[in-house]
């Protein structure tokens, strides 16, 4: 029985359906838990996610190819994944996607999610019509294999979030939250909706990712590998509950490595491939006759799917047999063949009503002409308080980056102690400048490249899904860091500034702070561009390597400041370190009095010498800030443009392709 106040539940049920409330979702899944699934319990379970299915109205989608085929490479290396197959998966039906290893199954998957575009050939329609992607990604969701959860969330939390994203103005707060909390009932979540997602096991989390994309309801969900990693009870859990969502009218197409017999029967659809061929498509119970059509008997104690896997993988020649024997997926076995196990027929809407209801949607969507449920707006300040959110209670990392402030605040201070005005130490207090610089810059490089490849994957899950657009998440992903930077960058510099016996002069200390905490953001834009290109391990190399040339740069010209070639010249521009660097120094040494001078003679005691020398008496402070947030913009738009880029499905392989290639020429 749900928790919460059944006033309430009563009072916000009545007031949206204009109806007394019913049986709750949660009692009617446990008692269909408890007769074990029998077809009158299924049946029953059916009518579940009634005020999801009220309120967030959609149509049901059947999609049919022909003729798809993929091809991979190009020239002499080009292969062929899927030779012209075709096939039918319709709503109300849950279909498995059945292969041997290499079959292309995943590759199927991508290319009807739309997530695979580049390489494929044939033809696409969705309830009759040619497929419009910008339509087909609102109806539909992609459940990736790994179990992508946003980390330290609460299960309601996130499905909070994911309401307000994906719902937006549709409905109200009362009615998202009648919502969540229908979906959770039904998923088997609603006792753990206060536990991390994190403390979640492999089954829960694998219905957590389900719930996540059945809040907007979409009519058709594609699953990769949805069982691999979870125990014969929890697949069982799953596979019954994705039976149930289909059950509501939904298409829901899953590739399923190697079923056991039990669990093959839930399933209304089965489509067989090996070698890139379709080699079978119908209801699960037909497949021992179709197989007995090609010479192949299956024994009555095995399991079907297994011998079919084992027949294709064996005989080399029967999959070319059965791919012709069904015209390669053209000729369908029919639906009315294809009965639960109680001998009842899935609800299947007509073609006639599909199509009317199809086209009534997509003109509704394209009147709204909205590219996401939400404005903008809506989605930065609900990324941004979702990233806040993470970030505090992500104690461990605050208290690490804490305690490296600290006590490389304090080190660099007792290195330089007292030498911010002595006459004879100047080129000290120089290397002081350039410590602070590198500080900032390995801190705020390394960040993002250790930690935002990990990100990548849980925003292709939900870009792809079209939780949000890039620009929003892009935009409070930028917002996020700024208070952890401002807060810790800043006790940085007032430990160590005041050790290191700096002017005590607010001026030169919010100079010295505004180039500093420039260089941080730059150095953090600079990161990002790098994690969202490389993996973790070549971004940790691609990092250093990146900077340390900048670097060399920034300190070129040191006691020799007046000779400094006209070529290097050019190049020191386009380092932000020097820029950074010389901000600094002009800082603390521009328009003040001369130094303190404790022995017979001090060369350096005029600032202006120091800074002659050093190649910077010419400089302006405000032409650093100013080049140093040009530099910041310059990361920050190219980073934003190889995030965009590299979201694309083909990103990788193009990537491997060429990588591959120019090894081979050389």
């Known amino acids: 029985m749900s928790n919460v106040p059944l006033v309430r539940r009563a009072i916000v049920g009545a007031a949206l359906a204009h109806t007394p409330p019913q049986e709750t979702s949660i009692q009617v899944v446990n008692q269909a838990q408890e007769d074990q699934w029998t077809p009158a319990a299924l049946e029953r379970a059916g009518s579940t996610l009634k005020a999801l299915n009220r309120m967030a109205k959609r149509p049901p989608v059947h999609i049919l190819f022909e003729d798809v085929c993929y091809t991979i490479g190009s020239n002499k290396d080009e292969r062929r994944i899927l030779h012209n197959v075709s096939g039918e998966f319709r709503s109300g039906e849950l279909t498995c996607i059945l292969g041997p290893s290499g079959a292309g199954k995943s590759t199927l998957l991508n290319i009807l999610a739309g997530y ?48 307000d994203l994906k719902l937006g103005r549709e409905l109200g707060d009362a009615e998202k939250d009648l919502i969540v909390e229908e979906i959770l009932q039904t998923i088997g979540l609603w006792q753990h909706r206060d536990t991390m997602s994190q403390n979640l096991s492999g089954g829960q989390s ?347 740069l920034c300190c070129y010209g040191m006691g020799f400041g007046q000779f400094i070639e006209p070529i290097m010249k050019l190049l020191m521009s386009m380092s932000y370190l020097r820029y950074a660097l010389s901000g600094l120094c002009l800082s603390l040494y521009t328009k003040r009095p001369l130094m303190e001078c404790k022995e017979e003679f001090c060369l350096y005691s005029d600032p202006k010498l120091l800074l002659r020398d050093i190649g910077m008496a010419n400089d302006n402070y405000v032409i650093q800030v100013v080049a140093l947030l040009a530099f910041t913009t310059l990361h920050r738009l190219v980073a934003y443009f190889a995030l965009r880029y590299r979201l694309t499905a083909e990103f990788t392989n193009k990537f491997m392709t060429y990588i591959s290639k120019f090894l081979k020429h050389r």
């Open 206 to 552: 694998k219905r957590l990712s389900v719930a996540l994309e059945l809040v907007n309801n979409p009519p058709i969900i594609f699953l990769d590998e949805p069982t691999t990693g979870l125990d014969i009870v929890s697949i069982r859990q799953l596979v019954v509950l994705l039976r149930l969502l289909s059950r509501q009218g939904r298409s829901i197409i899953c590739t399923i490595h190697q079923p056991s017999a039990s669990l093959f029967s839930l399933f209304d659809r089965v489509y067989v491939l090996s070698r890139g061929l379709c080699c079978y498509q119908g209801a699960s119970s037909m497949l021992v006759p179709y197989l007995s059509e090609v010479g192949h008997v299956c024994p009555t104690t095995h399991n079907p799917a297994d011998f079919v896997l084992e027949t294709l993988c064996n005989d080399t020649e029967v999959a070319a047999k059965m791919s012709e024997l069904c015209h390669n997926g053209k000729l369908c076995r029919r639906l009315d063949r294809i009965t639960t196990r109680g001998g009842r027929k899935p609800v299947l809407h007509s073609d006639e009503s599909v199509q009317r209801i199809f086209v009534e949607h997509v003109a509704k969507e394209q009147l709204q002409r909205m590219e996401f449920p939400t404005t903008f707006l809506t989605q930065f300040w609900i990324l941004l308080k979702r990233m806040s959110l993470q970030s505090r209670r992500n104690s461990i990392s605050l208290w690490i980056q804490f305690i490296h402030h600290v006590t490389a605040a304090v080190l660099l201070g007792g290195i330089f102690f007292g030498i911010g005005n002595n006459g004879s130490v100047p080129i000290a207090n120089f290397k002081f400048c350039l410590s602070c610089l590198v500080f900032f810059m390995y801190t705020y490089v390394m960040i993002p490249i250790l930690l935002f490849p990990m990100e990548m994957r849980m925003l292709r899950r939900e870009y792809f899904n079209r939780w949000y657009s890039l620009k929003a998440y892009y935009a409070a992903l930028t917002m996020s860091s700024v208070p952890v930077m401002l807060i810790l960058g800043m006790l940085f510099i007032i430990i160590s500034y005041p050790l290191s016996g700096q002017l005590l002069e607010w001026d030169r200390f919010i100079y010295f702070s505004l180039i500093s905490l420039l260089t941080a953001l730059c150095s953090e834009g600079l990161g990002l561009l790098v994690g969202t290109t490389f993996s973790v391990t070549n971004g940790s190399i691609m990092g250093p390597a990146t900077v340390a040339p900048l670097l060399a």
């Open 116 to 163: 695979t575009s580049n390489g494929v050939n044939g033809r696409i329609s969705v309830n009759g019509q040619a497929r419009d992607m910008r339509v087909f990604k609102k109806l539909s969701s992609y459940i990736m294999q790994d179990d992508l959860l946003q980390p330290r969330l609460t299960v309601q939390e996130s499905m909070k979030i994911a309401a």
